[in-house]
């Protein structure tokens, strides 16, 4: 599932792929310090960092979906207010009081 520049993806999905890879990146970084002591320390951090990604990648990516959900659920409240004006509007305009 690698990403590449040509992908046409919402953010929110790019960042959830994303973080899918770093994520994969960090169990590989961490395999591959036990199989190398020497330069262990250095691949643990490698993982350390790759999984506080993913926790940043998918701290974005629910963030971007609540944004999402509000703006639409905003619409939503727009629209239902302008429909309940409208039925205070005649559709022949104003209406006069007859005497």
């Given amino acids: 599932m690698p990403v590449s520049p040509d992908d ?5 999905e790019l960042a959830r792929r ?6 994969l990146l960090a169990l590989s970084a961490a395999m591959e310090a036990s199989r190398f002591p020497l ?10 960092q790759a999984r506080d990604l993913v926790r940043l990648g998918t701290s974005l990516a629910e963030r971007r979906d609540g944004f999402s959900r509000a703006v639409a659920q905003a619409g939503q409240v727009i629209d239902e207010g302008l ?9 022949d305009g104003p209406s006069r009081l007859s005497h």
């Fill in 8 to 12: 046409c993806v919402f953010p929110a």
């Fill in 18 to 23: 994303l973080a899918a890879q770093a994520e």
């Fill in 39 to 48: 330069i262990g320390p250095e691949l643990l951090e490698l993982a350390d």
């Fill in 83 to 91: 429909a309940g004006w409208q039925a205070f509007d005649p559709p």
